[in-house]
């Protein structure tokens, strides 16, 4: 599947403003990567896409490498100490380990740092350098990442490091980085109250001014002056990360060890069975389908979609014959790569619902009851306690579980609960080891305890939706309320105050442009076919699957006319968030 969104941008602009930028026919060269640089290579490159214009290897500046100094090198890498003096060690021995080097930063090269380069031998054989500002991971075609899971703790523990400030200045030339990619110069807004949105707000502001200044054609284009940066932190909606989600991607994320998105697991094929590995990405359509799919219509439309394939390749198929894939594998053979990636599917969803059955269908049910304040037949919560004592009490549910239904169970007090009542929910349930967990989130502004430190504070008003759900999927992230009020500009500007005014918008240019017609414009760039306003939402200490689908519910049903991104520094499970939060009291390891 080719790449599309985000991916789409971020992958042309290497492709083309990098690798094809110095390339010379007849001539390969070597691409040096960074642990950065690398992962946003592999998130929107193909290696052969990368082979095909010229290079002949790829290798890690942090690896013992082989001189070949035959060859040039182009080294994408990111203007940290680390990296740049791997680049000048390339350099500094009187045989060079390559015949000359094409430096392109991924965002903007300090100015100690360039002048270490200046100094060194390298300065000799720079034939190129300069910085490309894609300072972020494509992480989906509408997600980004920036690549940093210890924000939560840098922004929320109880110990504020010295550097708080310059991650605070990191991350927003990281955002600026973003909106440069995209040819965005949007209108930042930010949730008012916690002031690190302010501060983050303010940085990115300045950063978005001196990128503007570099590259005038920001922004420009119709319908561009509507586009918006929101910044929210994580305290805004607690209840979102923590909740049982039944959509694919969030469930299997949840229950299942994923990790750096590749799904393991034992396949039955033919003979015996084999180990596998699957990355879970949007180079598999069927993925891309199903993943914002409720987990019970998984199984069966991966089934339809499974009929349709065998059907159009004229082979019969029962009831029976879908079940058992390996059969259908002795007689296509030819369909391996198809029919495999079925079965993938059908396995991961099959591993979720056997998750599901062994313990959750009762706990979903409670934990919607909390997060919606009533039950399903909408008659609101009496006695909350009840429904969750026992949940406490069975030995055979996990700590974390517990723990997310005592946090449910405060959210839905509203005012937060006294501490003698905690510490008898701590005890029945026996999560004594684990309970600073809870009163951590009173760092990220949550009222946990009553007339506590955050007494007053309340989770904000929510939408009224009459939209049939499945009675285990009521919860709709908050999220999603904001970003259909800000498409709509109906965001309180009191409670989403702009940094500096909008521009007003110009009737006159939201005419439809000739990208959303006809095929004329094969020559232009992804970041051009979108001509119509984007809204990018950052949120602070990490992002919940279920806010990322809520980006893309949002954008479909605009039919288009808006897109919306979201991300933030890192991507949350409901484990992950709570571990986070544990941590929040502890003292860094320097070492680490």
Known sequence: MAPSGLKAVVGEKILNGVIKSVKKDGEWKVLIVDH??????????????????????????????????????????????????????D??????????????????CPDGLFAEIGRSRVAKVVKTLKEINVAFLPYESQVFSLDDPTSLYS??????????????????????????????????????????NARLADEVYQRLNAHKA????MGEGA?????????????????SPILHELTFQAMAYDLLDIKQDIYNYQSTGIGNAQDREVLLDE????????????????TKKVTDLLRIFCESKRMCTDNANIKDLSQMLKKMPQYQKELSNYSTHLHLAEACMKKFKAS??????????????????????????????????NNEIEAYDKIRIILLFIFHKKKGIGEEDLAKLIQHANIQADSNIITNLQNLGCNIIAEGRNAGKTLPERKERTESTYQLSRWTPIIKDVIENAIEDKLDRKQWPFISDPAPINTTQTAVSSARLGHWHKNKSPAEYRSGPRLIIFVI?????????????????TDGKWEVLIGSSHILTPTSFLNDLKSLDQVPNPDC
């Not at 570099?214 to 054609?217: G, I, M």
């Not at 319908?223 to 209840?239: E, M, T, W």
């Not at 180079?283 to 389908?289: G, I, K, S, T």
């Not at 399903?376 to 909350?384: C, D, I, Y």
């Open 541 to 557: 200490g990490g992002v919940s699957h279920s806010e990322m689908r809520s980006a893309y519910e949002v954008t479909r049903a």
């Open 223 to 239: 319908d561009k002056a509507r586009s918006q940066l929101l910044i929210v932190d994580r305290g805004f909606d607690p209840i």
């Open 214 to 217: 570099d590259n005038p054609s």
């Open 91 to 108: 350099f500094k021995d009187s045989a060079f380990t390559y015949k000359a080097a094409h430096i392109f930063f991924t965002d903007t």
């Open 360 to 393: 959750l269908d009762k706990l979903c049910e409670v934990e919607q009851d909390l997060a919606m304040g009533a039950n399903a037949e909408g008659e609101p919560l009496k006695n909350a306690m009840k429904s969750i004592v026992p949940v406490l009490l």
């Open 36 to 89: 950065m640089s690398m992962r946003i290579l592999s998130s929107c490159c193909k290696m052969s896409d990368i082979l095909a214009e010229g290079v002949t290897i790829v290798e890690d500046i942090n690896k013992r490498r082989e001189p070949i100094s035959s060859l040039e090198a182009i080294y994408l890498i990111s203007p940290v100490e680390k990296s740049v003096r791997a680049l000048i060690n």
């Open 283 to 298: 180079d598999d359509e069927l993925w891309v389908q199903l993943r914002h799919m409720h987990i019970a219509d998984v």
């Open 155 to 196: 922004f929320y523990s109880l110990k504020p490091t010295v550097e708080k400030d310059k991650m605070i200045e990191n991350l927003a030339e990281q955002i600026a980085t973003l909106c440069d990619t995209l040819k965005e110069y949007p209108a930042i807004r930010y949730r008012k109250g916690p002031e690190e």
